[in-house]
């Protein structure tokens, strides 16, 4: 059960990532080269961001 969950989650992922690259190339490009001139400490710290965000909503929806 917990191996389907994360399968599907994965999967979901997947198709999020492809969601901005199928309808919007240019766009998705320029978001792609701002991210390569941002700095480690900017990196980590948009991704702690993302980690926790995702982190909460999971929390949020387990209730």
Partial sequence: MV???????LALVLVFEGLMPLLAPGAWREAFEKALRLTDG???FFGLA????????LALLQN
């Fill in 3 to 9: 191996s389907e969950t994360l399968w599907s989650a």
């Fill in 50 to 57: 993302c980690l926790l965000l995702g982190l909460s909503l």
């Fill in 42 to 44: 900017q990196l980590r």
